[in-house]
């Protein structure tokens, strides 16, 4: 049965209208696997909420669709990352924004879906008509962020929301992907993990923009200070990402809502140092260019695995290299060969 939404016009009329249901709507098609939806996703983000110089989100708001502050925010499993993004979201709301946060679970591995639930880990900020919560499963895209998250940053923009939030899975793979898609990537860190600078072994920390230790609070305080303390000192010994911003290390608590205004401060600084005209735009622009060259490896991927004359020889080869018969590089060129021939 048809409803206002399977119109792509009416779709983004109602999306930009603020209508949280379309919001949903919009995003569930952007992370829709099925070829006719991913048809149907690209009209939404081309025809009618692609950002345009000057174009505007609507005759309630001065917000300009692209003008979000994205944050991507990541730390590894028990640093408290959905209680920190519940109080910091509170806290941005109570300063007059809206904050949307596209928060990415860990994937079931049968059946793909979302194994955790992020509205029923921030149900206070669940609760706000200025937030808006989308868990999705990571699946298997790497860094732990959902593949069409980038995408669903823009419907929230056009939905306008001027903060939106990007937490990652935080399990250990690389996150550079949450790098690639935000304007400023915080790393949240927790004491008493035993080796304060693990870190700094991971590489983690050379992507991230502004770091924060949590937790600062009870009897976890003094060994926070400390952390925070050794981590600057560390980071001194690191290259800047940007010549125009050093990192900082900060102390917070979510549970005593501590340190949380001075984590935005920096955010708002990054910004300024940077400058939303200038370094963000190239920021931007370098993380189009990366996404671009991910969806041609991955179409290419797709519609070499599909082609017949590669199909026909896939797994002979595959068995192949797996005997020692021949060597990858070979099967690969003799793979390469049959496709190329036949284009």
Not at 189 to 200: I, V, Y
Not at 275 to 292: C, F, K, M, W
Request: aromatic share 4%.
């Amino acid at each position: 049965m048809s409803d206002k939404y399977d119109h792509i016009g009416s779709l983004a009329e109602a999306v930009i209208a603020g209508d949280r249901r379309a919001l949903a709507r919009a995003i569930t098609l952007i992370e829709s696997l099925r070829h006719d939806d991913r048809d149907r996703a690209q009209e939404l983000l081309l025809a009618a909420l692609l950002p345009q110089p000057g174009q505007v989100t609507g005759p309630e708001t001065s917000r300009e669709i692209g003008k979000a502050n994205r944050i991507g925010i990541t730390g590894a499993p028990g640093v408290g990352k959905s209680t920190f993004i519940e109080v910091f979201g509170l806290s941005l709301i109570d300063s007059g924004h809206r904050v949307a946060v596209l928060a990415v679970d860990p994937s079931s591995k049968r059946g793909g879906g979302s194994l955790l639930g992020d509205k029923t880990r921030m149900e206070v900020l669940a609760r706000s008509e200025d937030a808006y919560i989308r868990p999705s499963p990571a699946g298997e895209t790497l860094g732990g962020v959902a593949r069409r998250t980038g995408e669903a940053i823009l419907i929230c923009e056009a939905a306008g929301y001027d903060v939106i939030i990007v937490e990652t899975v935080g399990v250990g793979q690389s996150e550079t992907a949450v790098a690639d898609m935000v304007d400023v990537f915080l790393l949240l860190l927790a004491p008493g993990g035993g080796d304060e600078l693990q870190g700094l072994k991971k590489g983690i920390v050379e992507l991230a923009d502004i770091l924060v230790v949590n937790k600062c609070d009870g009897a976890l305080a003094d060994a926070a200070r400390r952390m925070q303390a050794e981590y600057t000192g560390a980071l001194g010994l690191l290259r800047a990402n940007d010549p125009r911003w050093k990192p900082p290390v900060l102390a917070a608590s979510a549970l005593e809502k501590t340190g949380i205004g001075e984590i935005w401060d920096s955010v708002v600084a990054h910004r300024a140092a940077l400058g939303p005209d200038q370094g963000i735009a190239e920021r931007r622009a370098r993380q189009s260019r990366a996404i671009l060259w991910n969806e041609l490896g991955d179409g290419l991927m797709a519609a070499f695995k599909a082609d017949p004359a590669v199909a026909s020889l896939l797994n002979t080869l595959e068995d192949e290299v797996a005997r020692g018969a021949t060597t990858p590089h070979a099967a690969a060129r003799y793979l390469l060969a049959a496709f190329t021939s036949d284009h």
